[in-house]
């Protein structure tokens, strides 16, 4: 009971910091929310026995990206004050009919009486460390991750050229 | 040799960023152009021998590429459009050319990226090829940092990111009960799935993922901004291909040979394909902007290609892919011709256009036939698709006896009129009618022969797959999907 | 080589249309010297096609066209022999008539043109062996005669379309017959169509062809067209066809039709419908034209009145009436044409034709007032003449039938005499106008034409067993033209005969007493104009109210804004309904669509939502 409790409680959390990353005005206080926000996902990851795929979470999405981002807004301009707050309370009132949303979809959900039986039909299951099966079993898929990066990285590197001439 | 279709693109990209190929650059846009001339004339004419000769990529990296009836007709797309879109590129950026050879590397990751997507044969390299297609489309609607334009990439970025989490999602439900991620594979997985609910909720999943890309209403939210706001060439290959090969190819594979055949989601497939329809027509008729309006007659001829896929026979197969491959050639046609109208008036707002039929004889002409061809006027090649699939409904529902079949059946032929309608209307506003005061003709007076090609080259297309559809479908071998997966 | 020649009477005229077409802005007398020149030339090759076509099988040009059942077939046998001499011979005559006459008159050229390709269309007529080459031919008539009238006066040219529609309607009727005909004898070749039954459809067919050939030759109700034409086509036209040649071709064909082609015995209705319609021809026709007050008028309603003769001689099926009603129309042909011409002598030389102005004028044009006297005294039938002849054979045959015929056609008589003698009283006796002093009789070439047929008419009188035993009755079937001489100077029944002459006499007798009352000729008859309920129909009638054309146009305009009322409802359906719908579906959704990104992903998620939700409910 208690580790369905602290799941709950875990899952409420990732997504007020979600919510609250997204809502915040501040860019930087979005930052460091996305770094909250990952912080508390490489928890629950760790708690489904996944340390891996939470050490990953937590250097990368918790710690080196929110970095790069801190620093870029570091060099940009403060905004003003009163703007901030008019922009803040926009979105909230834009924003405002989401909770709405999310309460009828889950009230609808919830009489749709939909089955909840998440047993899968395993596969074939391999019982080698993550490590084996990313880089012997599945590299195609690693190098298929890598292309994309490769690919975004390129797309980025044309952006900024042209912004250079520009 | 498979891998050439991607290996190619990549040497090409690398070979026009290196530090000093100025040379090079000059030309890059011809390159991509010939390129994917090549491209389009080997599908049609490579010895089959040499396609299943062994390939690179198969022995490095376990990257199997396999060539079915469906990857021919896709290839051949990707070709034309990506043809098209090398040409105009070459006359819209004509004064800066490293610019311009900016704009072609993109264009050929997108080209290496759809490539891959139609010859992979498992699930995760097609959804890596679909992101590498989905990024490349992203930084080529910003190109221009418009305001408007960084706005369209930002909606499709957003919208393909939730399409992303669902795909991702579900490939990763797949993978967990089938072990592997190639198509033989999963397809077994499925069928001895006995419904449970993980196997439902992975096929739904990436099927709205797949939506998400293709553009379906209610998904469709960000194809408007992305196609009117991006420049020219850009707008010619987004709705041209990339969104038949990152949505509608994909699903088409997925639905015919690897996911069980289900009329559930062929129902959803169905009833989405017709709203879409209906929605696209309906708000392209409002339109004053010559890039929305043809936005809109996407999704909504994107909706037929689905409803036939929905219907699940094989001739709404056959329908549903030759309409795929003709609104590739017509709407790249269409998008040629709203570049060339942008490029010798400088704008696509259809209230301040008029009379230009005389000043520009060739687009006229291409744009009749496109638009005839896309309102499904015999002998053009889009009736033929189009009467397919309406056969194929009505056959369903007489064979089935659902009504819902002779509905969409009606709708399909209903809205082919409204779509006359409206590329009808557009034809009058821009080429015909009263020319308005301040419209001044820029550039130059010769129509630039970079235009003019792809524009014959196509409306050829469109015109001779017509004249002999009848001999296509009854040698057959071009469209038949099943047999050779 | 016979045969060949057959194809002379359409073509020659023909030739001499196109020439005169191509000459163009040639003189008057070129123009009409070659118009002559073909018009004798047809008629020469008429003539000298007579001796060989004079018997039953005649000459047959037959030449393969379209498909086996469309050939191209002429034949010209003993009973339409004679009727092409006549029709060449008067169309030789009223051209030379027309020489002169139309002088300093606009349109020449297309007047020739015009009179030539008319007299090719009758040739063509008259000579067809197959149902549909008659039709082509017939048609043919309808365009010129609508041409010829358009050149008359300005504004002829209503008169012009009216006419194009009242004989256009009865051409559909023909054609309708034609091909009802030609369904029931297998066959289109008039020679070989043999005695049809009149049975159910075949009665019908025949009462089709019957109104087709009746209308042409102008009975009514398709007549309202002719007393507008007369005033306002060019004289000669008048003269040429509806006095004339369309009575030749009309009633040549309606004797073809209930003589060879279909079994007209005297029983049947249709031989009651044709007495019935000959017989309110004549009467209302020639009550009509007692009070007009106007030469060209009153000539045309006669011409209207005397079909009804023909056609109820037709209608009788007894030999005396058959052969009395050909007789009829030939003696008709002549006396009609001779008073039309001399109505255009009046006309040219004084420039009017109304009788309140004419007078007087018999010192001035004596001899175009000696032919009017005898082509009135044949029409009125006037003992010894021509029409009184075929009249008596008329008679007879009317009595045979019913008394109701003979009496009709003996009112008839009557009433022709009474106003023909108010015409030649109000037109050439009684006061000259002033104005018309200087009047002086036509040339020549106009008087020529008008003196020979009055010399014909005379020669038919007392010597009309020349035509009827000679000409009409060898030309009809045994059966029809009976076994007796129908022909001879004395009359075959006294009795008849008194009764005829005595219908002249009180036509006479009534002429000088309305004299008396009124003191001028042309009043003479104003007491038959406004008795009681006479009046009443004479008045509705020059209001138009018993025109069929015009009630005709009344229901048209009706039923026009009927369909215009129609058609509004479904216009408003196809262009309001659906665009409104159209617009207010487009409005709605973009509304939808203001491009908030958030919204779109709120659809996104809540399409993802309902069709995976959906999927796992149905799959």
Known sequence: MTENSINIVLVAALVLAALWTVMTARTLRSAIGLAITSAILAIIMFRLASPLAAVFELSVCAGLIPVIFISTIGLTARVEEESMAAKQREKLRKYAALLVLVLVVAGVLVTMHLPNDFAAPQGPVPTESPQVVMWDLRHVDLIGQIGVLAAGAFGVVILVKVSKRA | ?485 | MNEMMLLLPILIPVAGALLVLLAGRSSHSARFGLTVLAAAATLAVAVLLFPQANNATGITFSHAWASPMFSFELRLYSLSAWILVAAAAFALLVTLYSWHYMAGRPHGMLFCLYLLLTLAMVCGAMLANHLVVLLFFWEGLLLTMLGMIAIGRPGAWKTAFKAFVIVGISDLCMTGGIVITGLLAHTLRISDIDHLATTGLGGLGMALLIIGATAKAGSMPFHSWIPDAATDAPLPFMALLPASIEKLVGIYFLARISLDMYQMSRESWLSMMMMVVGAVTIILAVAMALVQKNYKRLLSYHAISQVGYMILGVGTGLPAGIVGGLFHMVNNALYKSCLFMTGGAVEKQTGTSDLNELGGLGSKMPLTFLCFIVAAASISGFPLTNGFYSKELLYAGALDRGLIFYLAAVVGTFLTSASFLKLGHAAFLGKRNSRHDAVREVPFSMLLPMVLIAAVCLLFGPGNALAVDHLIRPSLSAAAAGEHHLGGLLPHNWLLAELAAGAVLLAILNHLAGWRRYGSGLHAVDHIHHAPVLSFMYDSAAKGWFDPYIIGRHIVRVVAWIGWGMDRVVDWFSDGFWVRTAQFGGWALATAHRGRYALYVLWCLAGAAAVIGFLIRAM
């Open chain 2, 1 to 485: 040799m498979l891998d050439w279709l991607i290996l190619v693109p990549l040497a090409a990209i690398i070979l026009l960023n290196l530090p000093w190929s100025d040379f090079i650059r000059r030309r890059a846009a011809v390159l991509a152009a010939l390129l994917a001339a090549a491209q389009a004339a080997m599908v049609v004419a490579a010895p089959s021998e040499w396609v299943s000769r062994a390939s690179i990529l198969a022995q490095t990296l376990h990257l199997h590429l396999a060539m079915t009836g469906l990857s021919r007709v896709m290839l051949l797309c990707i070709g034309l459009a990506m043809m098209a879109a090398a040409c105009v590129t070459q006359v819209m950026f004509s004064d800066d050319f490293r610019r311009r050879a900016n704009f072609v590397s993109l264009l050929l990751v997108s080209l290496l990226g759809m490539n891959g997507a139609v010859l992979v044969t498992d699930l995760f390299s097609l959804y890596v090829f679909i992101e590498v297609t989905s990024i490349s489309s992203f930084v080529l609607i910003a190109f221009t940092l418009e305001k408007k334009s960084l706005e369209g990439a930002i909606k499709y970025l957003i919208l393909s990111a939730v399409a992303t989490v669902l795909m991702l999602g579900s490939l990763a439900l797949l993978l967990l009960m089938a072990g592997t991620m190639d198509f033989a594979g999963i397809k077994e997985a499925l069928a001895s799935s006995n419904g449970a609910l993980v196997a439902k909720l992975a096929i739904g999943g990436f099927v709205c993922g797949l939506l998400i890309k293709g553009g379906l209403v209610p998904f469709h939210g960000w194809v408007l901004g992305a196609y009117s706001a991006s420049p020219a060439p850009a707008s010619v290959l987004l709705a041209g291909i990339v969104t038949k090969v990152c949505g509608i190819y994909a699903m088409i594979r997925l639905a015919t040979s690897v996911f069980p055949p289900n009329a559930a989601v062929n129902q959803v497939l169905m009833l989405l394909g017709a709203v879409s329809i209906v929605v696209g027509a309906v708000l392209a008729l409002r339109q004053t902007d010559m890039k929305r309006l043809l936005a809109y007659s996407s999704i909504s001829q994107v909706g037929y290609i689905v409803l036939g896929l929905g219907c699940g026979t094989p001739l709404a197969w056959a329908g549903a892919i030759f309409h795929l491959f003709n609104h590739t050639v017509f709407k790249s046609l269409l998008f040629v011709n709203s570049a060339a109208v942008e490029r010798r008036t400088g704008t696509t707002d259809m209230s301040r256009l008029g009379q230009l039929g005389s000043a520009m004889p060739l687009t006229n002409l291409t744009s009749v036939l496109a638009a005839l061809s896309t309102a499904g006027i015999p002998p053009l090649a889009g009736f033929w698709s189009k009467l397919l699939i309406i056969l194929a409904l009505w056959q369903a529902g007489v064979k089935q006896g659902q009504a819902m079949y002779f509905v969409y059946a009606a709708v399909a032929v209903l809205f082919s009129v409204v779509t006359l309608g409206y590329l009808l209307s557009l034809q009058r506003k821009v080429f015909f009618g009263k020319t308005p005061e301040n419209l001044e003709l820029l550039g130059a007076a010769k129509p630039s022969g970079w235009i003019s090609t792809p524009e014959l080259i196509l409306a050829a297309v469109t015109l001779a797959a017509g004249l002999l559809a009848p001999l296509l479908l009854l040698t057959g071998s071009f469209l038949v999907p099943t047999g050779s997966f």
